[in-house]
């Protein structure tokens, strides 16, 4: 059976009735279906591609396609009569665009039927698939962070209101919605963008998966694209970075001066007879210009296995060096100790003879997971209370005095109740310039010694860790032995020890 699809012509199609077409394919009217068969009318529109029909079922109607594919006749499902319509100004949703896209595919030897099973697969897939197999692809990496893992799982958190929408119901609207929750509504920015960043990576992470299995079946899958790129729009610059941290005086390496790290270390070398673990991790972490969480695990060579080095970030006092295997880049990085930093490890060697840590944790708590001391958030916060003690004197002083001019012009006594007020809302407002967090630390080693003309630019990124692929000049520095930067460290720890009243009269 054959005639001319319009909208009209298939209006009232059922299995109860037969339409009664016309010589030239036009329907006349209609007749009974005695029988109430299912049946299947095709096209004779040009624009249609030749075995392209309507199924008329006894629950629903369907547009269909035959192709002869060599010496075999294939029938596809095109689309349900109403999900796809005759004429459609969407190509998407017009029956004909989509069936001679399908024969295309049939001719070339695609199969269709498959594809459609796979792009169903992918209908079904939710966000929180994507964030599942992402994180336990992650986990089976040669070297898993903990950082980068708590990451992860934080970004899994915040994702679970939109945890189960389907990765082809997630568009811009969607992203717009998890930006405005987090990072507006929560407050929250630099959580909202790297909880982006982890869905944008999980995303990928599922269409290289899919590009990959690819070969396993020939299939015209509909290609996926990530919507959590459009994130990126939301993406602060670096110099928008480099003003915010500017304003929240954040970044705050410790200027290398009489005023500045000379007291800071004096004060902590005071505090270490009361909190030797806090002092000595913070003047190691300065003295070898690294990241707290690669001074905090270090262990003692010798008492774990030799094997093992290559695992661990190891003191190794017998060559008087420090070897990272566990750092930022995973990229493993030696260093040769200074004078003073070296005279201090044996100290902590010597005197606590039964830890496999330099730092081991001070947690009394035994459900305490971590087994290193990695946090002296109060001692920091102790240093720098009373490294900035003077200037918040000198400043409320100054503050007060205009807050006086002002009560006094505008007639008005003060009382002790509006000081009191006043009080609270400096001490709220006050920055002190000694304000610092340990990666500050780091910063500070690499200010010092950025100014000293007899350490060169790539020695100084060298000593960082930073990659010098690409830096010309640093491919004529030869400083791959720890030996060969031995001289230079020990110039760095004297420039960085230099103002330290109390460190320098320590005989060691």
């Known amino acids: 059976m054959k005639m001319y699809f319009t909208k009209a012509s298939l209006r009232n199609l059922s299995v109860a009735i037969l339409p009664v077409i016309d010589a030239n394919g036009q329907r006349i009217g209609e007749e009974d279906n005695p029988g109430r068969r299912q049946y299947t009318i095709f096209d004779l529109d040009r624009n249609s591609p030749p075995g392209f029909g309507l199924y008329v079922g006894k629950t629903k109607h369907s547009f269909i396609l035959q192709v002869r594919v060599g010496s075999r006749v294939k029938k596809v499902v095109v689309g349900e009569l109403g999900a796809l319509i005759l004429s459609s100004p969407d190509p998407k949703l017009d029956a004909r665009t989509k069936a001679n896209e399908m024969r295309a595919r049939l001719k070339s030897g695609e199969n269709v039927a498959q594809a459609r099973r796979e792009e169903s697969k992918v209908r079904e897939t939710t966000l929180q698939d994507l964030l599942t197999q992402y994180r336990a692809a992650y986990k089976l990496k040669p070297t898993v962070k903990e950082n980068t893992l708590h990451a992860i799982e934080s970004a899994i958190k915040r994702l679970k209101p939109w945890s189960e929408h389907s990765i082809r119901s997630i568009g811009s609207d969607v992203v717009n919605q998890i930006w405005k929750t987090i990072a507006i509504d929560q407050g929250h920015r630099t959580a909202a963008e790297q909880t982006l960043n982890w869905a944008r990576a999980a995303f990928n992470h599922y269409i290289q998966t899919q590009e990959s299995d690819r070969n396993l079946v020939r299939t015209g899958r509909v290609q996926l694209v990530n919507p959590f790129l459009f994130a990126k729009t939301f993406k602060r610059s670096r110099a928008d970075l480099e003003q915010e941290y500017l304003e929240n005086a954040v970044r705050n390496p410790i200027e290398n001066t009489t005023l500045g790290l000379g007291p800071m270390l004096d004060l902590v070398w005071q505090r270490r007879a009361r909190n030797r673990k806090a002092a000595d991790y913070i003047l190691t972490t300065l003295l070898l210009g690294a990241r707290k969480s690669e001074t905090s695990c270090l262990m003692w060579a010798d008492r774990i296995p030799r094997q093992d080095w290559a695992k661990y970030n190891v003191v190794d006092l017998s060559s008087k060096v420090i070897r990272f295997a566990k750092t930022k880049t995973n990229a493993s990085h030696t260093l040769p100790m200074g004078k003073f930093l070296g005279w201090l490890m044996q100290e902590r060697y010597r005197d606590f003879a039964n830890d496999i840590y330099v730092f081991p944790s001070s947690s009394k708590n035994p459900a305490t997971k971590v087994?290193?001391?990695?946090?002296?958030?109060?001692?920091?916060?102790?240093?720098?209370?009373?490294?900035?003690?003077?200037?918040?004197?000198?400043?409320?002083?100054?503050?007060?005095?205009?807050e006086l001019q002002r009560l006094k012009k505008a007639k008005t006594l003060p009382s002790k109740a509006a000081e009191r007020t006043f009080q609270k809302t400096f001490d709220l407002q006050f920055v002190p310039s000694a304000k610092f967090t340990m990666h500050d630390l780091r910063r500070t080693f690499a200010t010092a010694i950025a100014t000293l003309e007899s350490v060169p630019y790539a020695i100084l990124k060298k000593l960082l860790n930073h990659s010098i692929r690409g830096d010309i000049t640093g491919l004529y520095i030869d400083a791959d032995s720890p030996e060969k930067l031995r001289k230079y460290m020990q110039l760095c720890e004297n420039e960085l020890l230099r103002y330290s009243r109390l460190i320098n009269k320590n005989d060691n």
């Open 371 to 402: 087994a290193f001391y990695n946090s002296p958030r109060e001692f920091v916060t102790e240093l720098v209370k009373t490294l900035s003690a003077p200037e918040k004197v000198a400043a409320y002083d100054r503050a007060w005095a205009a």
